[in-house]
């Protein structure tokens, strides 16, 4: 473990979770240019989540992390081309009040790609820069959301307890912070543990221990020690071996963002079904929503699936996993996911509303709750969303029978107050209500 004692020299090093440091001097028509690319331009797993690098390595996250595949499989479900492509001219305003085309909205918001579907039905699709429909895009923390589905088979088939604690199927996380919580806890991010996330102090526990064990961030020497050469290896060791209880609060009591619990779920699956996680989606959800590409997840240190944000699919796959939820878990006729667990995500209670509120972070935007490991916006219209730093949605509005998904490259890592979201999520809810207009 000697390369976590880095004292006064960590501040030269770049966190792939530090959200406010932009790289302003690497233009983005010279990311990646020239064969071999120049010094300059070269992405690195240093700088992979620096704007502009990013334009490049969000759309190509194999080059700078280590992989695992999601293959597709069976008929392809077709979306065929835009039907409404003037949807690109409708008129939104953005989080400063200024009105514009929702194409140029996005556009200036650093997206990706955005596509939007009614029904069955693809109304609008728009690519940006060097990215386009067939170019996988990592998702970061909307993987959070896919895991939660995938636990959602086991909890429905009895195979899963809710109200008991993880230990009773992960031994190794006695005497963790996670032995005194529920399953339940942990899917809200209530477990009231002793460890903080925080993506711009690059001494926290989350810079210099967390990040590498997942393989997501970089710290000098940290991607080439060896199994026995660190107590803390891969992300099981950090949940087993690090993450204590915060005693000062009771768990349930509280929201508190933080994305070891879905580490906690990734594990569960696995163990419970006995199967590799990206196995256990691709059989169970992948294979079965017709699919156009292959989807890849990243691993951490020990090449366990990095379940938390790891998961790369084409913008399209991606609007198909968020039509299945819309439909209650169902797609081409299949019921893939129970009914009973996706509509459990809208099942909102009054701790729950609470828990938002108080919370300094994110207590003053739209959300309404954070249940299931997703965020809630309106649990009447059944409007919710998968979120992922850096700008990434799957936003689901089931009163407008509608689901739109946006990658990004946008600087700020953080959804909280960043401009550059609020911007998207509101035009977004903007078009649900006109779509909604047009039925």
């Given at each position: 473990?000697?390369?976590?004692?880095?004292?006064?020299?960590?501040?030269?090093?770049?966190?792939?979770?530090?959200?406010?440091?932009?790289?302003?001097?690497?233009?983005?028509?010279?990311?990646?240019?020239?064969?071999?690319?120049?010094?300059?331009?070269?992405?690195?797993?240093?700088?992979?989540?620096?704007?502009?690098?990013?334009?490049?390595?969000?759309?190509?996250?194999?080059?700078?992390?280590?992989?695992?595949?999601?293959?597709?499989?069976?008929?392809?479900?077709?979306?065929?081309?835009?039907?409404?492509?003037?949807?690109g001219n409708f008129l939104v305003p953005d989080s400063a009040g200024k009105t514009m085309a929702f194409e140029e909205l996005f556009g200036q918001n650093y997206a990706d790609g955005v596509v939007v579907v009614?029904?069955?039905?693809?109304?609008?699709?728009?690519?940006?820069?060097?990215?386009?429909?067939?170019?996988?895009?990592?998702?970061?923390?909307?993987?959070?959301?896919?895991?939660?589905?995938?636990?959602?088979?086991?909890?429905?088939?009895?195979?899963?307890?809710?109200?008991?604690?993880?230990?009773?199927?992960?031994?190794?996380?006695?005497?963790?912070?996670?032995?005194?919580?529920?399953?339940?806890?942990?899917?809200?991010?209530?477990?009231?543990?002793?460890?903080?996330?925080?993506?711009?102090?690059?001494?926290?526990?989350?810079?210099?221990?967390?990040?590498?064990?997942?393989?997501?961030?970089?710290?000098?020497?940290?991607?080439?020690?060896?199994?026995?050469?660190?107590?803390?290896?891969?992300?099981?060791?950090?949940?087993?071996?690090?993450?204590?209880?915060?005693?000062?609060?009771?768990?349930?009591?509280?929201?508190?963002?933080?994305?070891?619990?879905?580490?906690?779920?990734?594990?569960?699956?696995?163990?419970?079904?006995?199967?590799?996680?990206?196995?256990?989606?691709?059989?169970?959800?992948?294979?079965?929503?017709?699919?156009?590409?292959?989807?890849?997840?990243?691993?951490?240190?020990?090449?366990?699936?990095?379940?938390?944000?790891?998961?790369?699919?084409?913008?399209?796959?991606?609007?198909?996993?968020?039509?299945?939820?819309?439909?209650?878990?169902?797609?081409?006729?299949?019921?893939?996911?129970?009914?009973?667990?996706?509509?459990?995500?809208?099942?909102?209670?009054?701790?729950?509303?609470?828990?938002?509120?108080?919370?300094?972070?994110?207590?003053?935007?739209?959300?309404?709750?954070?249940?299931?490991?997703?965020?809630?916006?309106?649990?009447?219209?059944?409007?919710?969303?998968?979120?992922?730093?850096?700008?990434?949605?799957?936003?689901?509005?089931?009163?407008s029978n509608t689901v739109m998904v946006w990658f990004s490259s946008q600087p700020g890592a953080s959804a909280a107050r960043d401009p550059n979201f609020k911007s998207k999520l509101s035009a977004a809810r903007?078009?649900?209500?006109?779509?909604?207009?047009?039925?």
């Amino acid at each position: 473990m000697k390369y976590f004692v880095i004292g006064s020299l960590l501040t030269a090093y770049l966190s792939i979770f530090h959200s406010f440091s932009v790289a302003q001097t690497t233009q983005e028509s010279s990311v990646m240019q020239g064969f071999p690319p120049t010094r300059e331009s070269q992405a690195t797993m240093e700088n992979y989540r620096q704007h502009p690098i990013s334009q490049w390595t969000f759309s190509n996250a194999g080059a700078p992390l280590n992989v695992v595949m999601i293959p597709r499989e069976g008929k392809i479900s077709e979306l065929g081309e835009p039907t409404q492509p003037n949807l690109g001219n409708f008129l939104v305003p953005d989080s400063a009040g200024k009105t514009m085309a929702f194409e140029e909205l996005f556009g200036q918001n650093y997206a990706d790609g955005v596509v939007v579907v009614r029904g069955q039905e693809l109304l609008y699709e728009k690519y940006f820069r060097q990215f386009d429909a067939h170019t996988q895009h990592i998702w970061f923390s909307m993987s959070k959301s896919l895991t939660t589905t995938a636990l959602g088979l086991l909890v429905e088939s009895g195979k899963l307890d809710l109200s008991a604690s993880p230990v009773k199927y992960i031994p190794e996380l006695k005497g963790s912070g996670f032995e005194r919580v529920t399953i339940q806890h942990v899917l809200d991010m209530a477990s009231s543990i002793d460890f903080k996330e925080s993506y711009t102090d690059l001494s926290s526990d989350f810079a210099v221990h967390y990040a590498p064990a997942l393989n997501l961030g970089w710290l000098k020497g940290a991607a080439d020690v060896q199994p026995d050469e660190a107590e803390i290896y891969g992300v099981h060791d950090f949940l087993a071996k690090y993450i204590k209880p915060d005693l000062k609060r009771d768990p349930g009591e509280n929201f508190d963002y933080n994305s070891s619990n879905a580490d906690v779920l990734g594990w569960l699956i696995s163990r419970v079904s006995g199967q590799p996680f990206q196995d256990f989606v691709q059989q169970n959800i992948w294979s079965k929503i017709g699919a156009e590409h292959d989807a890849y997840i990243a691993v951490d240190r020990a090449f366990m699936p990095a379940v938390t944000g790891g998961m790369n699919s084409t913008t399209r796959d991606a609007a198909r996993f968020g039509m299945m939820i819309r439909d209650n878990g169902q797609f081409n006729g299949e019921q893939i996911i129970p009914a009973k667990w996706v509509n459990a995500t809208l099942n909102i209670s009054d701790k729950l509303r609470t828990n938002m509120m108080q919370n300094s972070k994110y207590g003053d935007e739209p959300w309404s709750s954070y249940h299931n490991m997703w965020w809630v916006l309106d649990e009447a219209k059944g409007e919710f969303c998968a979120v992922g730093i850096h700008g990434q949605v799957i936003y689901i509005n089931q009163e407008s029978n509608t689901v739109m998904v946006w990658f990004s490259s946008q600087p700020g890592a953080s959804a909280a107050r960043d401009p550059n979201f609020k911007s998207k999520l509101s035009a977004a809810r903007k078009m649900a209500d006109h779509l909604k207009g047009q039925e």
